[in-house]
T-cell receptor
Framework: GAGVSQTPSNKVTEKGKYVELRCDPISGHTALYWYRQSLGQGPEFLIYFQGTGAADDSGLPNDRFFAVRPEGSVSTLKIQRTERGDSAVYLC?????????????FGPGTRLLVL | TQLLEQSPQFLSIQEGENLTVYCNSSSVFSSLQWYRQEPGEGPVLLVTVVTGGEVKKLKRLTFQFGDARKDSSLHITAAQPGDTGLYLCAGWSFNKFYFGSGTKLNVKP
């Protein structure tokens, strides 16, 4: 079956612009996670959804970052007034539900470059 | 500051050698997962350990969860070039996963 997909695969934007990153999780997965990965580092937690609600958004760096999952499936990560420091790979993962023993299935990521 | 520290950061070895990668923390985790990530792709889960002292084997890979559930190790026997990649540990705490900084492994033929 289809895995987690993310669009676009690459995004180049200018400082100060607004960007949207999309994640299509595996069908039936209720938990959806967003991570940010900088070069040479492990993924850094941003936010996770259980269904339509953000169960934990403690990893969002500031109020320029916002994420939604209105119908409990597709999610969009929105970044306002982008800064050069936002450049990274943004990874999305989904799992059947949220829990310590659950398998997270990752998408290939969106590579964001802010010039 | 990373909640999970991995060592070594980089490892370059010859095919056939054995190696161990470590994942350490001062925090207790409900579970510990190991992932492998290749360039341009997302991480892929290798194993989940949930019980202190648990040992799991996956072909040439052996995973161990520390008795106190604060640390874990990954041992690879007779490494092959196909094992090359970034190995990440992730611990479940406070209802989310925290990832380590990763160990970049290169196995030379």
């Amino acid at each position: 079956g289809a895995g987690v997909s993310q669009t676009p695969s690459n995004k180049v934007t200018e400082k100060g612009k607004y960007v949207e990153l999309r994640c299509d999780p595996i069908s039936g997965h209720t938990a959806l996670y967003w991570y940010r990965q900088s070069l040479g580092q492990g993924p850094e937690f941003l936010i996770y959804f259980q269904g339509t609600g953000a169960a934990d958004d403690s990893g969002l760096p500031n109020d320029r970052f916002f994420a939604v999952r209105p119908e409990g499936s597709v999610s969009t990560l929105k970044i306002q007034r982008t800064e050069r420091g936002d450049s990274a790979v943004y990874l999305c993962a989904s799992s059947l539900t949220a829990g310590a023993a659950e398998t997270q299935y990752f998408g290939p990521g969106t590579r964001l470059l802010v010039l | 500051t990373q909640l999970l520290e991995q060592s070594p950061q980089f490892l370059s070895i010859q095919e056939g050698e054995n190696l161990t990668v470590y994942c350490n923390s001062s925090s207790v985790f409900s579970s510990l997962q190991w992932y492998r990530q290749e360039p341009g792709e997302g991480p892929v889960l290798l194993v989940t350990v949930v019980t202190g002292g648990e040992v799991k084997k996956l072909k040439r890979l052996t995973f161990q969860f520390g008795d106190a559930r604060k640390d874990s190790s990954l041992h690879i026997t007779a490494a092959q070039p196909g094992d090359t990649g970034l190995y990440l540990c992730a611990g479940w705490s406070f209802n989310k996963f925290y990832f380590g900084s990763g160990t970049k492994l290169n196995v030379k033929p």
